[in-house]
Every structure is written in C-alpha cells, then in structure tokens.
C-alpha cells in the first residue's frame, strides 16, 4: 500500500497519535495497515466529513461504505429503534427479514428472486461460490489479474491483489483485467476463453466467472457499457455461473444504475453485495435465481447466526429509504458527471494525469506512476482530503466519496487536488 505509515513517518506524528500507532501495533499485530504517512485519527462523522479529536474537519472523498454520509440520522434512529426492541436471528419467524429481502429484491431484473443474508462480502462471495459449485458441479475459477474480493480462505485464493505470498487456489485462473482502447469486450472475452481453454486441458470443469463490475482493484474500468456481455456468454457456454461482485460498484454509486451489471445488460446468475448496504453495519447478501441456488439449498442447510438479524435488517431498510428518499443515484450522476469532467479539465493541464475513469462517483484518476500517487494522496491529506490510491500500480487515484457529495464538496476537491498537481 503506497500510501500507508510506515516507522520513517514517526516524526509527522502528535504524541497522542504516536500512543495510539504503538498501543495498536503492540495489540493488533502486523497485518493491519494504516492509510497515509501522516495517518488520520478520526473520532466522530457526519455527512462527507469526518473530524479529528480537535475538531480538525477532513472532506470525504474515499469511504462508499457511508454511502449515505457518516451517521446519517435516519439510518442511526432506525439501528437504535430496532436494536432497543429485538434482536434475534433467522431461525424464528421475523417480519423485519422478510420486508427487507423483498424490498431489496426488486432492485434486481425478474429472474434473480431470492436473497440469503451474510455479514461481510467476503462471506458473500464465499457462499457464491459454494452455491456455483453446487449448481455446476465444477470447480473451476475465473477472476481478474489484480481481483480483490476479499478474506476467507477460499476467498483469499480468488484475490490476486492480496500480493504474490498470498496463494491463488489451484482452481483458479486470472484473466487481464479490461482495456481501454479497441475492442474491449472482445479482448476480456478472449482472456476468459484462454482462462477456459487452460481448465479444460487440466481437467478443471468450470464453475463460474466473478468479477467486480466496476473492476475497482484492477484500477477502475467501467467503458465502454456492455463490454462484459461476449465474456459472460462463453462463461455460461462452457456450463459456468456468472457472479457480478457489487460490493464496490452497487447501491446507485455508478449513478446510471443500481448495479454494475445493469450496465452490461446482463442478468447475472449469482450478485454478492455488502459495505454500503448497512452504511456501517456489516450486512452483505447474496441474491441470485432460484434454480441456481436449488441445489445447494438441498446439499446444506445455510444459517448465519448474524446475517439477516433484525437490527441488521432495519439498517438494510434504512439506507434504501435514504437512497431513495434523497435520489442519491440522481445525485451520483449528477456530480459525478461534473467530477469526471473537473478532472478531465485538470487531466488537460497536468501531464501527470494519464486517464480518468469510471462512472458516477466511482471514478479512478491514473496517474504517471505510483510516486506521484503516493504524493498526491498525501499532499491532500495535509489538505484534509481524504482519497487513496488503487490498481496493480497502485497509481491509480481511487475517488469514490459518499454519495451525498455536493457540487461545493466537489469544488473543495478538485481546487485542492489543482493545487497539488500545481506543486509537483
Ligand atoms: N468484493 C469487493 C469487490 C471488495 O472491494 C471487497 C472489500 N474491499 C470485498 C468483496 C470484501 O468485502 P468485506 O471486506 O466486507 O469482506
């Protein structure tokens, strides 16, 4: 991670900071990574802002897990309400649960009818592909060269970004992630064909292609719509699933759609979802078509002690209220239009952007190399600006604020970003 503390940073830091970093790193050992050489200590959030123990007041342009802003009142009182009157699981009969799913199912094209609840995504994409193996009877694996889709085991061996330590399972085979230029669809299909051509002659029957469908670890790929539909044709040829991953670009980010896929035209057989589902609370699912999850539901009985809760439930309901009530998508589009262009803008004065990418307020700023990166999410964050950096290179600047971020926050942004780039 470029962009992280490391022990040469000591000096940027206050002597409370410096009591957390070393309480921290003396409790929670060596895996956890901060952001930032100057890391950020934040104590309370509100809307896109996220303040200091003194008050210090950071813009953000990075967390979509707030998708409705830090502790929105509507999402918090519908927590508190229903954590103050029950809290149970899914093994007793419960009117919240049922609401939920069948609120959230019809944000999803007919085929796809029926919902299971977990906690995080990576328990999401881990019961995707449980449920894919079960239906195709393969074991087979596609994912892209720089995937994340994040912890369990099984999981880990799907998320090539974890780095080269991290083993990709012996099942598994990575295609390049999406192009840019020419005939995408054509080139991502062909990289699956290859990936389906290698299982076949190693005996692997194939169970399902997976893919995040804003490809935010590869480093932001959204254009041209539509693209993924020649790959996720050759997949289902070939007697495969196909799981759109919309941890990342779900819930309205992407501004013309609910989800990733509805941008492809596709209706995938599986859809794992999380972070800003529960705006905070960890709710994740996992929705597909009956006859897909059919088999599965035959060979194992599923409960999640967590997932599904009521109080879990209310917060699912609560944000689509939200999302909803205040158009968030509108405003997604909206801004994030603005967004692209403000940086196209800069993108023309400032060699050191190389692209812009994404859609709605999931965009990816490429920059020259990963130095530069590294520089401008630091520089900002003195700034108070919180954005981070992403892609194999790691020099792709990942802006992907709540989804309530107004034209003013926007101009905030981009006059201090303009005043970065003006400095290197
Ligand atoms: N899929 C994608 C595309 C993700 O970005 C992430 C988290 N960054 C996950 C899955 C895993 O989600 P979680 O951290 O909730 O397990």
New binding site residues.
């Given amino acids: 991670m470029i962009n992280a503390y490391t022990a040469d940073d000591e000096n940027r830091l206050s002597d409370v900071e410096r009591d957390l970093v070393e309480r921290r790193i003396r409790v929670l050992g060596p895996s956890y990574r901060l952001f930032y050489e100057h890391p950020v200590h934040v104590v309370r959030g509100e809307g896109v802002w996220l303040y200091g123990p003194n008050g210090e007041c950071y813009l953000d342009v990075y967390n979509n897990v707030a998708v409705a802003g830090h502790c929105h009142p509507h999402i918090v009182a519908a927590i508190a309400r229903q954590a103050a009157i029950l809290n149970t699981h899914t093994r007793y009969l419960t009117e919240g649960v049922i609401d939920y799913a069948e609120r959230l199912i019809t944000k999803f094209p007919p085929p796809i009818s029926q919902l299971m609840f977990a906690c ?6 881990d019961l995707a592909v449980r449920v894919a193996r079960a239906h195709t009877g393969g074991s087979g694996l596609i994912v892209t060269e720089t995937a ?4 369990t085991q099984a ?1 880990a061996e799907l998320s090539p970004s974890l780095g080269r330590h991290v083993e990709i399972g012996a099942h598994v085979r990575t295609v390049p992630a999406p192009r840019t230029s020419g005939d995408v669809g054509r080139a991502f299909a062909d990289g699956v064909s290859a990936a389906l051509e290698d299982m076949r002659r190693a005996s692997v029957k194939p169970a399902a292609l997976l893919v ?1 469908t804003v490809f ?2 590869d480093g932001v790929f959204a254009h041209p719509p539509g693209f993924l539909g020649e790959a996720v044709e050759r997949v289902r040829a070939a007697g495969a699933v196909f799981i759109a ?1 919309e ?2 670009a779900g819930f309205a980010r992407l501004g013309d759609a609910f989800f990733g896929f509805e941008r492809h035209g596709l209706t995938p057989d599986l859809v ?1 979802m ?2 800003p589902m529960g705006a905070g609370h ?1 709710l ?1 699912a996992l929705a597909g078509k009956p006859e897909v999850l059919e088999k599965f539901g035959h060979m194992s009985r599923y409960f999640n002690t967590f997932g599904g809760n009521p109080v879990s439930c209310a917060a699912g309901m609560a944000v689509l209220d939200v999302i909803e009530g205040e158009d968030l998508m509108g405003n997604a589009r909206r801004v994030g239009v603005l967004l692209k262009n403000a940086l196209l803008e800069l993108a023309a004065r400032y060699g050191a952007i190389a692209d812009v990418r994404g859609v709605g307020l999931f965009i990816g700023a490429e920059m020259e190399n990963e130095r530069i990166a590294a520089r401008i999410v630091n520089g900002l964050r003195e700034r108070r600006i919180l954005i981070s950096a992403t892609g194999p290179g790691a020099n792709i600047l990942k802006i992907r604020p709540p989804l309530v971020f107004s034209e003013a926050n926007l101009d905030q942004f981009i006059s201090a970003l303009g005043a970065e780039l003006a400095v290197l």
Avoid: C, L, R
């Fill in positions: 995080t995504g990576s328990e999401a994409n994340y889709h994040g912890v999981i995040d935010a670890s991953d941890v990342q794992t999380g972070k960890p994740s």
